[in-house]
Each structure stands twice: as C-alpha cells, then as structure tokens.
C-alpha cells in the first residue's frame, strides 16, 4: 500500500462506514490488537467496531506515517479523538462518556498487510495520556 491508499483507509475510518472499512480494508483473517480489545476475525471486528461506535465518533488524524517492507507495513501516528454521541463506555479515559464529552488520545497503530493490500493485522497502543474534553 501506499500513501493515497492509506489516505484511503483514514477516509474510510473517518466516515464511521463500518461495513465499507472491512469489505474494503481488513483481510478476512484480520487481528486486532486495541489497548482495550483483542480479536480475530472479519466478522468479530465488524461486530465490534459496530458496538463500540453506537454512540462514539473516533476520528484518525494522521501525524507520521512510515512504510516499509515494501508497503507490507505501515507505522502510523495518529491523533485520534473520541465524540461522545450518548453514554458510552468506550472512550478511552471515561468512563463513562456522556453525550458531549470528547477524547484526545495519541496512538501509534502498526498495520501489516497481505498480499492484496488488505490489513491482516492491526495493533494499536497510546502513547500518550488520554486528554478528556466536552464540546458545548
């Protein structure tokens, strides 16, 4: 993959499209590593994703990006925030978020790919406190 397609993929993310991010991204075989979350699988992540996004926005800002392996891996750093759309659970640092509260958290995700540019392992971990916010 290159950048364009990463770019691609952040887009993807960003529109909270679940269902389009893993038919166009994420291998069937795809592992998943968050700092609060492990699983394997296509359709444990979609259902995954799907439950934690009910009422949370997660937008990827792109700081650094590194390729290597000859695009097989991607090093991103990332500002990710969090919007609480209601109560959730899944804002890293609140616990829980309510309808307004927001979450900066710096990321570093580590992509790999196979060989159709799909990502078949995806680890993510903070590098950074998680910096709690409120929009309004």
């Known amino acids: 993959m290159e950048l364009a397609g990463y770019l691609r993929y952040v887009a993807a993310f960003n529109s909270q499209d679940w269902d389009l991010v893993h038919r166009e991204f994420y291998a069937e075989d795809i592992e998943v590593r968050f700092p609060i979350a492990a699983f394997a699988g296509a359709a444990a992540s979609l259902d995954w994703f799907r439950l934690a996004h009910e009422a949370l926005v997660e937008v990827l800002v792109p700081r650094r990006i590194e390729f290597a392996h000859g695009g097989r891996e991607i090093v991103a750093d990332l500002d990710v925030?969090?919007?609480?759309?209601?109560?959730?659970?899944?804002?890293?640092?609140?616990s829980p978020a309510r309808h307004g509260d927001t979450v900066d958290v710096p990321m570093r995700a580590v992509y790999r790919l196979d060989a159709a540019d799909r990502i078949s392992h995806l680890s993510v971990v903070f590098t950074g406190p998680p910096a709690p916010g409120r929009i309004g």
């Open 81 to 94: 925030r969090f919007i609480a759309l209601g109560e959730t659970g899944f804002a890293p640092g609140l």
